[in-house]
């Protein structure tokens, strides 16, 4: 061997580097005789950087031969691959949150790519994504990450070329796709409606937000609250509690003060899905528009004062004031002495000029009216309202008399009952025997006594003057001494008196000459004697073979009430013979007995 050299050509640059490997001057003397050489090439990797370099050597001997070696081809390759990532970053909300699909990018630049090399994906719910093929250009290659499913996600990527180059490390930080909308539902605490929304006690509503990726701070409390039109404080929401790890919120918003309330809630998440409270979203009575009303009703009674005696009554007002006025209960009742009626009482009712029913919501006032109160007599003014949430007033009372035409009696429950009546001297004595004269102005010279059998007998009654305030009306009590009635007869009450209607006209009352008006006529009867029968034509163990028995009941009583007769045969009741004073008949003729025992009593009450 004379001479070996080499030759490499850069086939992507064109670039040619040849030199000589051994001479006559490193060893290859004429005189050594050399046959076989081996040595080394270098390749700069740089200046050949090239998937297409040709190698090739060339060898000469003394004589004159020489030989040139087929190229090798090789493939030269010393940068490692560089990954870079391209992901969309414009549409993040807080951070790392999107509500829609995103897509991630992976580009390599590579000359000896190996696309065996794929992304590592985690996700939270195993899947979500998808992972596109490798598509190239030149020493680009290019795949996708797409990420369509609700999760969060994390990305890397690295990869080694084809000559074991090792890339960079590509990370994507955690992020999360939630395309899921926020739900919101609400519930109550107390459901105890009155006129379909109106509320009587607090209420508390329980908020509840279903959704992955809650943000409390976008929650907004979008309540309305005012009372008769204007606004008042709105409730706040208290802060929100993660039931048990799950995706479900809960808070509470409490209405204690009276208002109207007509309730929205709007969220947004982490990703920017929002949501507002429709009707559907509340549950219970009355779930998105309601009242609260604690506060009872204010009630007053108006246009007459207590305890007055009037010639002319004004008009009486009953009124309510609320915010939800609803419902007056209300009545006038007077009570007078009516010389016609066997019970010597009546009762009157004033009737009213409405109803004292509203029936439309936020009334801030209800009034019922008495304008017509006719007869003289001694009248009780009652009121009581419930407003719409069913809060009640205290009951209101007023008390006046009507004086048109002289002073008013009015007689105790005992003495109304006693009157044209009868009674003995035991159940007279647990009576209250009572009578009160109202009047304008001041009693003058009253005259009080009781006669029995047509004679007067004193000491019988009492009479107390009432204490009188200025404006109110005069008041004597006059108290028959029931423990003292003890003489049968026929007792008769005189009560007399003067009064001057106006200050100017005098007036007779129970005068007989004006007794149609003002006229107090009591009388009654004591009877202390009871009632005596004999009977004949029936003996005891009579035994008896006759078809008709004839038996005479003869009674002894000046007030006979009633005589019942009982029938017993065979110790079987029959229906009894009654013979009664108000009726004047009795009942029946007669009874069948055959072949048996009859137990005959009489019963006599006067």
């Known amino acids: 061997l004379k001479k070996i050299t080499y030759r490499i050509e850069n086939g992507t640059t064109g670039y040619v580097e040849s030199n000589t490997l051994a001479d006559e001057n490193t060893g290859l003397s004429k005189a050594a005789h050399q046959k076989v050489w081996t040595g080394?090439?270098?390749?700069?990797?740089n200046l050949f950087y090239s998937n297409d370099v040709k190698v090739s050597v060339y060898a000469e001997d003394w004589s004159a031969n020489s030989v040139t070696s087929q190229p090798q081809t090789l493939k030269v390759d010393n940068k490692a691959p560089i990954v870079s990532f391209s992901f969309d970053k414009s549409d993040v909300h807080n951070g790392k949150y999107y509500k829609n699909d995103k897509t991630l990018t992976i580009t390599v630049d590579e000359r000896n790519f190996d696309e065996s090399y794929l992304p590592r994906v985690t996700s939270t719910t195993g899947g979500g994504y998808s992972i596109s093929g490798w598509s190239h250009n030149g020493e680009l290659h290019t795949a996708t990450v797409t990420?369509?499913?609700?999760?969060?996600?994390?990305?890397?990527?690295?990869c080694y070329d084809l000559a074991g180059n090792k890339s960079n490390t590509e990370n994507l930080e955690e992020f999360t796709v939630d395309k899921t909308v926020p739900v919101i539902?609400?519930?109550?605490?107390?459901?105890?409606?009155?006129n379909g929304n109106y509320y009587k006690a607090a209420r508390t509503a329980t908020i509840t937000v279903t959704e992955h990726n809650f943000n409390a701070k976008a929650f907004e409390n979008q309540l309305k609250a005012t009372l008769n039109g204007k606004g008042i404080a709105v409730p706040s929401v208290s802060a929100f509690r993660q039931e048990?790890?799950?995706?479900?919120?809960?808070?509470?918003?409490t209405f204690v003060a009276d208002g109207d309330y007509v309730l929205n809630f709007k969220t947004t998440d982490k990703a920017g899905n929002s949501y507002k409270t429709v009707a559907g979203d509340f549950s219970g009575a009355a779930a998105q528009n309601f009242t609260i009303d604690k506060t009872a009703p204010q009630l007053t009674i108006g246009g007459i004062t207590t305890n007055t005696a009037y010639k002319k009554v004004p008009t009486i007002v009953v009124k309510e004031a609320d915010n939800n006025a609803s419902t007056i209960t209300s009545s006038v009742v007077g009570t007078c002495f009516d010389s016609q009626s066997k019970r010597a009482k009546r009762t009157v009712k004033v009737s009213a000029k409405n109803s004292g029913q509203l029936t439309a919501d936020h009334q801030l006032q209800n009034t019922v009216t008495y304008t017509a109160v006719e007869q003289d007599g001694y009248y009780i003014v009652t009121a009581q309202c419930v407003d719409m949430a069913g809060n009640q007033s205290q009951v209101?009372?007023?008390?006046?008399?009507?004086?048109?035409?002289?002073?008013?009696?009015v007689v105790s429950d005992d003495l109304a009952a006693l009157n044209n009546g009868y009674a003995n001297k035991t159940a007279v004595a647990k009576q209250s025997l009572v009578v009160t004269e109202y009047s304008p102005t001041e009693i003058q010279s009253p005259e009080y006594y009781i006669n029995i059998n047509g004679k007067k007998k004193d000491g019988l009654v009492t009479m107390e003057k009432g204490q009188h305030h200025a404006g109110e009306w005069y008041v004597n009590t006059y108290t028959i001494s029931s423990k003292d009635i003890l003489a049968e007869g026929k007792y008769?009450?005189?009560i007399k008196s003067t009064t001057k209607l106006d200050g100017k006209n005098t007036v007779v009352n129970n005068s007989s000459e004006n007794k149609d008006l003002h006229r107090l006529n009591i009388q009654f009867t004591i009877d202390n004697t009871n009632p005596y029968v004999r009977i004949t034509g029936l003996e005891k163990h009579l035994y008896s073979n006759t078809k008709v028995q004839t038996v005479t009941f003869s009674v002894s009583e000046s007030n006979l009430a009633s005589i019942v007769i009982h029938m017993t045969r065979d110790g079987q009741a029959l229906d009894p013979l009654v013979w009664d004073h108000a009726q004047d008949k009795k009942h029946p003729n007669g009874w069948t007995v055959e072949n048996g025992i009859a137990v005959v009593q009489v019963q006599l009450e006067n």
């Open 244 to 253: 048990n790890g799950t995706d479900r919120w809960t808070a509470t918003v």
């Open 185 to 194: 539902k609400v519930s109550y605490n107390n459901n105890s409606a009155q």
């Open 147 to 158: 990420f369509s499913g609700d999760s969060d996600y994390t990305v890397s990527y690295d």
């Open 396 to 409: 209101q009372r007023k008390v006046f008399t009507k004086n048109e035409k002289g002073a008013v009696y």
């Open 40 to 45: 080394q090439v270098s390749i700069d990797p």
């Open 492 to 494: 008769a009450l005189y």
